[in-house]
């Protein structure tokens, strides 16, 4: 419900104003720096069925990555990106016969037309939990935090939502019809004939309509298009972690937080997967490790303030998006809990592009006390 309603104002494009009053922590986040190549961002061509396990980072990682790369109230910019190792397809390698309807012998723009025409983009705004992000596209979904595919033999988006039900960290779900090659292109079949193919993609991070990017792929002479691409995404289920209470509600954007008092309670911002920490759904359970391990990191590092340093109480998970596309999990960190009335950065127009906050959940440090400060000359 609360997904629908910050959706419904991005579709909007209301992009927050910022609060009056200076807010040291405006993040830039055309600046955020994620690093992700090493994890997958949809199927390869020619899946017909795959599941991905989450990537669940331990938290000595993310301590260690606190300790190599400590969040600061400045930016900076480090990447570190690894190589992906392509599949590669056996040459003329029958694909698996699919029993749904079938569009055969249809040039791909021909195709396309018959795939509208038959399913139309009139599917429910919202099933369930779940809202409709987008209907009608010629193109997958692809970004990070993919968790498979199924392939459906039938144009079935309920078969595809009781997957993502059934799927721990599921988010959201992509269903496409998809014109296939009936053999794996090859020097001695450039241009085999067609399989119309009904897929279903999860994915554990939330997505708008400019994550269908991808519209196929020329393989020799025979050309992979998509048709009737519709995408759902659901709220996360936030609850109390370990040692953090959590406020319960998806915010409309993330917390913009002033000076309190003149002083800057904003401890920065740390994004995941990162060189060191590989996290590919959306887990607020990592921001409360990285909040800890911040504290911890302060508690050896304020040389210049000898008697106290800063602790972290309070932190912000939310997804940024960017043109569409979940850019990772992010977490700002904060010395003291900010009220929903903050969390108003609803996103960003940059000139690389436009920049939105999804999933917005924030979580108050429980242990008590819960200074801003430790005073360590006491
Ligand atoms: C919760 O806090 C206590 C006290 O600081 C600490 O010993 C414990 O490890 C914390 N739990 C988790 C899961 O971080």
């Not at 759902?232 to 008092?261: C, E, M, Q, R």
């Amino acid at each position: 419900m609360k997904t629908s309603i910050i959706l419904a104002a991005l579709a909007a494009s209301a992009l927050a104003a910022p609060a009056p009053g200076p807010h040291p922590q405006d993040i830039d986040f055309s600046d955020l720096s994620f690093s992700s190549d090493d994890l997958s961002t949809g199927p390869e061509y020619g899946t017909t069925k795959e599941t991905i396990p989450v990537s669940k980072p331990s938290t000595s990682d993310i301590v260690d990555d606190i300790k190599s790369d400590p969040a600061s109230p400045t930016k900076k910019v480090r990447r570190n990106l690894n190589a992906l190792l392509k599949r590669v397809p056996g040459e003329c390698a029958p694909q698996p016969i699919n029993n749904g309807p079938q569009f055969i012998n249809l040039e791909p723009a021909d195709w396309q037309a018959a795939v509208e025409a038959a399913y139309p983009p009139t599917n429910p705004s919202t099933l369930g939990p779940y809202t409709k992000v987008f209907d009608g596209l010629k193109g997958s979904v692809n970004q990070i935090g993919y968790r498979g595919l199924t392939t459906i033999h039938a144009y079935d988006i309920e078969a595809c939502k009781t997957l993502c039900d059934k799927k721990a960290q599921c988010l959201g779900f992509n269903f496409y019809v998809e014109r296939d090659p009936s053999l794996d292109p090859g020097d001695l079949c450039p241009n085999p004939s067609i399989i119309t193919n009904y897929k279903c993609t999860l994915w554990s991070f939330p997505f708008l309509a400019g994550a269908a990017d991808n519209i196929g792929q020329t393989r020799r002479e025979f050309k992979v298009v998509i048709a009737a691409s519709v995408g759902y995404v659901k709220p996360y289920a936030a609850s109390n972690l370990a040692n953090f209470t959590s406020f319960g509600v998806n915010l409309y954007g993330s917390i913009n937080a002033p000076l309190l008092n003149g002083d800057n309670t904003y401890l920065g911002v740390k994004n995941y997967p990162n060189s060191d920490v590989n996290v590919d759904y959306f887990e607020p359970a990592v921001c409360a490790a990285a909040c800890d391990a911040q504290t911890a990191y302060n508690s050896r590092h304020h040389a210049s303030t000898p008697c106290q340093y800063k602790a972290c109480n309070f932190f912000d998970a939310y997804v940024v998006l960017k043109d569409g596309k979940a850019q990772g999990l992010t977490c700002t960190l904060y010395t003291v809990t900010w009220a929903d009335s903050y969390a108003v950065n609803g996103g960003q127009t940059r000139s690389d592009g436009v920049y939105k906050v999804a999933n917005s959940y924030t979580y108050t440090n429980s242990r008590l006390p819960a200074p801003p400060y430790i005073n360590t000359c006491a």
